[in-house]
């Protein structure tokens, strides 16, 4: 499975982006998903995360109020909607998907990655 993440770019703080990835397979449906981000000289860290068919979803609490996660089966898509962002969500933003059909909030369990987009907010 292939994933290819866009939609990053320069904004200022309080804007608002959608990053979207797109995934190279016929059984997208069968995979959770998620996202994870990795600051310059930090660890990789996880920020959301969706179920198969759209449910359960999960957050880390520092976006917790600000993001959103979705994702369209019928475009082997997930979403994830970042409003009120602030620098320090300055990032690359990963996707990811598992076999785990109802997603997870630790990168080890996921088996697919994809090149990550830029999101960078100034402040």
């Known amino acids: 499975v292939q994933l290819q993440a866009s939609g990053g770019g320069l904004v200022q703080a309080g804007d608002s982006l959608k990053l979207s990835c797109v995934a190279s397979?016929?059984?997208?449906?069968?995979?959770?998903m998620g996202w994870f981000r990795r600051a310059p000289g930090k660890e990789r860290e996880f920020v959301a995360t969706i179920g198969w068919n759209g449910q359960p979803t999960e957050y880390s609490e520092s976006v917790k109020s600000r993001f959103a996660v979705s994702r369209m089966n019928a475009k082997n898509t997930v979403y994830l909607h970042l409003f009120n962002l602030k620098p320090e969500d300055t990032a690359a933003y990963y996707c990811?998907?598992?076999?785990?059909?109802?997603?997870?909030?630790?990168?080890?369990?996921?088996?697919?990655w994809g090149q990550g987009t830029q999101v960078t907010v100034s402040s």
């Open positions: 397979t016929r059984t997208f449906f069968n995979y959770g």
């Open positions: 990811a998907a598992t076999f785990l059909v109802a997603g997870s909030h630790n990168d080890v369990d996921y088996n697919y």
